[in-house]
Structures are given as C-alpha cells and as structure tokens.
C-alpha cells in the first residue's frame, strides 16, 4: 500500500534501523524492488530523481509507481529523491507522492534555511528530507568524485533542522553517489555529533560501495533512511549482458528483463536485509 514516508522513518526509529530507498527508473527496476520489500516484508521508499523523471515522462512514471506502490503487500512511500525547487516538490506533492526531499546543499546555509522551508510548507503533512553538506558525485552514472562542499556541520545541521522543521535530514561524511575509489572513508566522529546536536532521522546517501559494516554503524549513530542506486543498477546491467547473447536471436524481450529484474530484487533483499538487521527487540 501507498503510505505517508512518515510512516516508515517512525518504524526506523522504533525499530532503531533503516528504511531503503531505491532510485527506480521504469517498469523493469519499479518490479524488482516492489518484489524484494515483499519477500522481505519490509517497507520500501520508492525513489524518482528529475534523470528518471525526464526519461520516463513525470506523468507516465509517476502513474506506474504509483499504482505499484498502492497494489504492493507491504508499506511503500513514492518519494522525490534531490528535488531542486519548491516547485518541483510543490509539482511532486499535486501528483500524488507522499514522501519528500528539497537539496539545498549547493546553496549557503541561508538560501538552505529559506528555501527548505518553503518546500516544507507545499508538502502538508507528509516528510521533508533537507541536505546539507556535499554528497559528491552523479546519481544517475558510476563514478565517484568527492564534492568540492564540505561536509555537514553539526551546529548548522541543528540550526537547519530547527529553523526549517524537517523532517529528516541528508549528512556528508564522506559519502558519495556512485562507486568509491578504494575503500571510502567515512566520519564517525562527525556522525555522532551530527545524530547528538540534530534529534529527527538522519539519511546516508551514496550507499553503494559502503562496506556492510560501515553501514551498521552508521545505523548505531542514527540513520535511518539509506539509498542505494549505483550497486543494484549493476546487478541489472550484469545480468542483461549475460541474457543478451541468446535472447538477441530470439528477440525474446520477456526473456531478457525478467531475469534482469530478479538480479536486481535479489541484491535489493539484501540490502534490506542489512539495513534491518539491526533491529533490537
Ligand atoms: O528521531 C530521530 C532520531 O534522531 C533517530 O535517532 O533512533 O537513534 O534516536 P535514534
Ligand atoms: P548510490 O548510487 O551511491 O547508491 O547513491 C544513491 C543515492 O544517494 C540516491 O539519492
Ligand atoms: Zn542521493
Ligand atoms: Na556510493
């Protein structure tokens, strides 16, 4: 069923794990990840960014999430992922998602401040997920540069999270969109004074390429939402390379997706398997 992101940043915090968030981009990707929040039976954001919303045509892919979000067995929330206007949340909030996010992290804290909360004001009682601080590289393409922002204050993340009401909040430690050049270095230090001085969820972008342990780490200092993109696309790009030297002579497109999108499900499990798997009782 389609519910508020709300509703799963309070089952991540009660639970003290995290919620996935998995960038979605058509049928093939929107299918696999409902079936792993099924098998799994955990809740799910389900991520559109403006690459996607571009691509697939912002009425006809937010018709197709939607209703894979409202016909799914478990919790999914239809969530903007780095909205870069009010307006583009204000547009996002009249098509029917129910889980927001506004990136002010290239602006000045002011600009942030000023314009996450005019964001916050368009999305009524659903979530706002503000950034700041740099998260390097590109969310729709593999590699990884670090950002030429620094990473997230703790002061002004709790000046941020306490002038704007927000709802949860995007941290730089280190983190970057895409795959990391070696193994990535991420702040703790910094983590925990961010989760102390801010008291809403905090969001770890960039996951893929973060080691497994790192990750539950960063769940013992507060994250609560984590998206993944870059690692699953691979897992789909690998397996349709691997199907397409028989299904080209046959032009069998069913037989060429298909077990594309239960690579793509399978690594998506996992990861809710890990982001869970911290659950206390
Ligand atoms: O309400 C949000 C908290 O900052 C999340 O962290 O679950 O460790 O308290 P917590
Ligand atoms: P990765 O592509 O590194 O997993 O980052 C995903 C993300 O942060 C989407 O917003
Ligand atoms: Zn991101
Ligand atoms: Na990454």
């Not at 002011?110 to 659903?126: H, Q």
């Not at 994250?223 to 691979?234: A, P």
């Not at 080209?248 to 499900?265: F, Q, R, T, V």
Request: hydrophobic content about 45%; aromatic content about 6%; proline content about 4%.
């Amino acid at each position: 069923m389609l519910v508020s992101g709300q509703e799963l940043l309070a089952w991540a915090v009660a639970n003290k794990c995290a919620v996935a968030s998995f960038n979605t981009y058509n049928l093939e990707t929107t299918r696999a990840f409902i079936q792993a929040a099924e098998t799994t039976q955990k809740p799910i954001f389900l991520a559109l960014g403006s690459g996607a919303l571009a691509y697939g045509d912002f009425a006809t892919l937010v018709a197709l999430t939607k209703v894979a979000a409202e016909t799914a067995k478990v919790a999914v929330a239809l969530h903007i992922d780095h909205g870069e206007s009010p307006e583009v949340i204000e547009r996002c909030f009249q098509a029917g998602f129910t889980s927001f996010m506004f990136d002010g992290s290239h602006l000045s804290l002011e600009d942030n401040i000023r314009l996450t909360r005019e964001a916050k004001d368009r999305v009524g009682a659903y979530p706002l997920e503000a950034e700041l601080g740099g998260v390097g590289g590109d969310e729709d393409a593999a590699g990884s540069q670090a950002s030429d922002i620094p990473m997230t204050d703790p002061r002004e993340a709790a000046r941020l999270a306490d002038e704007t009401g927000v709802d949860s909040l995007a941290i730089a430690i280190g983190n970057a969109h895409g795959l990391y050049k070696g193994k990535p270095k991420l702040d703790f230090t910094r983590l925990e004074q961010i989760h102390h001085a801010v008291n809403i969820p905090l969001v770890l972008h960039g996951a893929s390429g973060i080691p497994d342990e790192d990750i539950t780490t960063a769940i013992t200092h507060g994250v609560r939402k984590i998206n993944v993109n870059t690692e699953i696309r691979g897992r789909f790009f690998a397996t349709l390379q691997e199907q397409l030297p028989e299904t080209s002579k046959s032009l069998n497109l069913i037989g060429l997706m298909s077990p594309a999108i239960e690579a793509m499900a399978q690594a998506a499990q996992e990861k809710m398997t890990l982001f869970a798997s911290c659950v206390r009782a």
